[in-house]
């Protein structure tokens, strides 16, 4: 009876110091450290940090988590999300992504999320409002989004967005988009939107601009941007494409979940509601996202090939693919979509190392994160522990063991 009774006492104390940053110490373990596979090590975890990393380290206090079989990788990080409330990134969270990187959120919900972060959510940086022409692309969502037209407005423009909290500077640019509409958008000039990034650029700020068309990117890049938030749409991709962005040291969000669900036949989120290691985990709410389409889909008459071909000419020039979703647009979800665009990444030709690469360290690099997206000493112990190996087969993502966000795990509810 005491037996059973100091059994229940001190499984009740370990599951309450395991709520808190208890150190952890994964035992021959598999792990993908943001660019290599490391086949079988100890990872030791404390205070919220990644300590140490080596074969046979001692257990002290740690408490001992079994890693035979499975597979240690950096929280994964979506670098094109739309926060919208706490649930983005509870749910996130539960998929293993531990950072969000938000491409257009009023700047009032940012502060009220980042002032009230807790252990169940991802953390995030934000965009805050994007850089618009009146009637452009971002404000066709309602709200009193800021806009600007001429280039002598970009100083104050970019100023006021820092002075709002933004992270970095997103640019909405929808030149040469053909959306089979009479009235094309409008949208910033040349001029306007290289003004716009020289302005992010004095204020060491990152310019990450939203494009469609091929047009759109080679504007861009020529520009001075540091990122495209998409690629883009059309039969094929320019053969000097990859060169252009490598030769330029600019990265790319492919966002092919969000780019499935605009041509179609139907979302590549679809595959994922029947996936038994996703499904378990997402509400209601979130399977009919993922099965939504765009009406575009439908007409059959957009073509979204040049994605997959840009994606290997990008990978062929060395340029910096950086993974993002563009969630929750219809096709998408927050968390579980950023494993299917994993992929879509390996279906196009990269090696699921590669992929991982996309949703780990390149993130952190292109947006100057250095304390996340890599497992090494002194970075946060933000964590994904999954079965398998994701290194030879990428869905291996998705069989989750454990999330860690700074060193606590998370209790994963099922919905
Ligand atoms: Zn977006």
Do not use: W
């Amino acid at each position: 009876m005491r037996t059973m009774l100091s059994c229940v006492v001190y499984l009740l104390l370990s599951t309450l110091a395991f709520g808190q940053k208890t150190p952890v110490l994964f035992q021959k373990v598999r792990v993908f450290d943001g660019a290599k596979i490391i086949p079988e090590t100890d990872v030791l975890i404390a205070k919220g940090k990644i300590k140490e990393i080596g074969p046979d380290l001692p257990v002290g206090d740690a408490k001992v988590v079994d890693g035979t079989g499975k597979t240690l990788l950096p929280g994964l990080i979506d670098a094109h999300v739309h926060v919208h409330g706490a649930e983005t990134l509870e749910q996130a969270l539960i998929f293993g992504v531990t950072t969000e990187l938000d491409m257009m959120m009023p700047p009032q919900l940012e502060r009220q999320l980042k002032a009230s972060d807790s252990d169940n959510r991802a953390s995030f940086f934000s965009a805050g409002y994007p850089a618009t022409v009146p009637g452009g692309h971002g404000t066709e969502y309602g709200g009193q989004v800021p806009t600007l037209i001429t280039a002598s407005e970009a100083e104050a423009f970019v100023e006021n967005r820092i002075r709002e909290g933004s992270d970095y500077i997103k640019i909405m640019y929808t030149a040469g988009v053909d959306t089979g509409r009479m009235n094309l958008p409008p949208t910033l000039s040349r001029a306007t939107l290289a003004a716009v990034i020289a302005a992010a650029h004095k204020h060491q700020r990152l310019a990450v601009v939203h494009i469609g068309s091929e047009l759109g990117a080679r504007n861009a890049i020529e520009a001075g941007a540091d990122g495209l938030a998409h690629l883009f749409r059309g039969h094929s991709s320019p053969r000097d494409f990859g060169e252009l962005v490598a030769a330029h040291h600019a990265f790319v969000i492919p966002t092919l979940s969000v780019m499935h669900a605009v041509c179609g036949p139907e979302s590549a989120g679809s595959r994922l509601v029947k996936d038994p290691h996703l499904a378990p985990y997402l509400t209601r709410a979130a399977k009919d996202r993922l099965k939504e389409t765009f009406p575009s889909a439908r007409s059959g008459l957009l073509s979204c090939e040049a994605a997959p071909q840009a994606l290997r000419q990008l990978e062929e020039t060395g340029a910096l693919i950086v993974a993002g979703t563009d969630a929750p647009n219809p096709g998408t979800t927050y968390g579980a979509s950023l494993h299917g665009e994993l992929e879509m990444y390996v279906e196009a030709g990269l090696t699921p190392t590669e992929a991982l690469t996309t949703a780990t360290s390149a993130p952190a690099q292109a947006f100057h994160i250095p304390d996340r997206g890599r497992i090494a000493p002194g970075l946060r112990a933000d964590l994904l522990l999954v079965n398998g190996h994701p290194d030879e087969d990428i869905r291996a993502t998705r069989n989750i063991q454990a999330v860690y966000k700074a060193g606590v795990q998370l209790d994963r509810p099922r919905r």
